[in-house]
């Protein structure tokens, strides 16, 4: 077993080594550019292109025209909801998300408000879901889309998508999720679920960082956008620019295993989560957090009293690799906004985690990150109340 234990998946996972091996031929001998329309290389890019495109659909359960390639799932936000806002605006500019959504929406949101937006942020449960009363309430003569994350990326909680689909087609209004930790990891089918647009990547399920993609409803209704990158009318004149290949060749293939892999691996990632939990449970003083309600397989948001959560990160941080909250969120080093929305303390939030395991995490890996973090929670509790008693 090699150390450190990676249990970070939701921030990033490894490369499937049959990816890389789909990839590969795309960087060297066939490495054409898929608008090349007059020659072979042209024409064999093009057509990796279009199988990409049908294995990406299958997964998603939709029309391979309906898939549009983005540098992963930060541009296929912006591009979703700037082109729906910037399509609209002039008969309609309210757009309903949550509190608890990735900053990628967030901040999307928040640039729209400059430019004269009105943006409605639902607030969460003890579990992070939101209510759906309060989503109907919050609608008006002008809202022009609701974008609700599929699954939450800290804490794995699945939102009711096909009930949220529902009130949205009633009052004629667009449905946007971002699907990013769900896509691959559980069934996902956007016309079964009623979606109209919705973003993912695919270096959230074994493929390569810098593609993604934007699925983009042609039918019932049609989607139109204002694209967000201009210059040569690439992707339907969504997202102009030349096609990544490689890339692209590489997010098909992932596809096509998370699809042949689908139900094998959400039943392995979820008995390694449910041990992993049922393991650390028995130290007491530690919360799972959204357990009650339907999760992620593969990730789990756990609150341990009586520690000191920066001096856990330094002490675990050589051994296993975790995180507080998203990869994000802790590049700024702020607090976790979707505990904080939820209404965790700021204690509980300093001493929360995020632990999520992939394809690759095995038992043994498992076991030794429950042994490393039953020993450091053991000591801190330990030196806690050796300092409480020498006081006293």
């Known amino acids: 077993m090699n150390t450190p234990v990676y249990l970070d998946n939701n921030a990033t996972t490894p490369m499937d080594p049959r990816v890389l091996e789909e990839m590969l031929p795309y960087f060297l001998n066939k490495f054409g550019n898929a608008a090349s329309r007059t020659h072979a290389f042209g024409w064999e890019a093009e057509e990796a292109v279009e199988i990409a495109r049908e294995n990406i659909a299958d997964l998603i359960g939709a029309n391979p025209k309906e898939i549009v390639f983005t540098s992963g799932a930060t541009e296929a936000n912006n591009l979703a909801i700037k082109g729906v806002f910037e399509n609209n605006f002039l008969e309609r500019n309210h757009i309903i998300t949550v509190e608890t959504e990735h900053k990628a929406v967030l901040d999307t949101c928040r640039h729209i408000e400059k430019l004269g937006g009105n943006i409605t942020y639902l607030p969460v449960d003890s579990n992070g879901l939101i209510n759906l009363s309060d989503l109907e309430n919050a609608i008006t003569d002008q809202t022009v889309l609701i974008a609700v994350m599929y699954a939450n990326n800290e804490t794995g909680a699945i939102q009711p998508i096909p009930e949220i689909s529902v009130i949205a087609k009633k009052y004629g209004i667009l449905f946007f999720t971002d699907a990013t930790q769900a896509v691959g990891k559980i069934p996902v089918d956007v016309h079964a679920d009623g979606i109209d647009l919705m973003s993912f990547s695919a270096h959230k399920l074994y493929g ?152 690759f995490t095995t038992r043994e890996e498992v076991d030794y990150a429950i042994q490393v973090i039953d020993k450091i929670v053991k000591e801190h509790r330990s030196e806690r109340n050796y300092g409480h008693h020498q006081i006293v």
Do not use: W
Not at 249 to 269: D, F, H, M, Q, Y
Not at 297 to 308: K, L, R, Y
Not at 324 to 345: D, I, N, Q, W, Y
């Open 208 to 359: 390569p960082k810098g593609i993604g993609a934007l699925f983009v409803r042609k039918n019932n209704p049609a989607i139109n956008l204002t694209a967000q990158i201009d210059g040569g009318g690439h992707e339907r004149n969504m997202r102009s620019g030349t096609l990544n290949v490689p890339g692209i060749v590489g997010l098909g293939k992932a596809c096509e295993l998370c699809l042949e892999e689908l139900n094998s691996e959400e039943k392995k990632l979820t008995e390694l989560r449910n041990y992993f939990e049922t393991e650390l449970l028995k130290l007491n003083g530690v919360i799972i957090n959204s357990k009650a309600i339907p999760r992620l397989p593969h990730c789990t948001n756990i609150s341990f009293s009586d520690i000191d959560g920066d001096k856990m990160i330094l002490e675990a941080g050589s051994q296993i690799a975790f995180s507080r909250s998203s990869a994000c969120t802790s590049a700024t080093m702020e607090p976790s906004h979707v505990l904080k929305a939820m209404g965790f303390s700021d204690e509980n939030i300093h001493n929360s985690f995020r632990f999520s395991f992939g394809r």
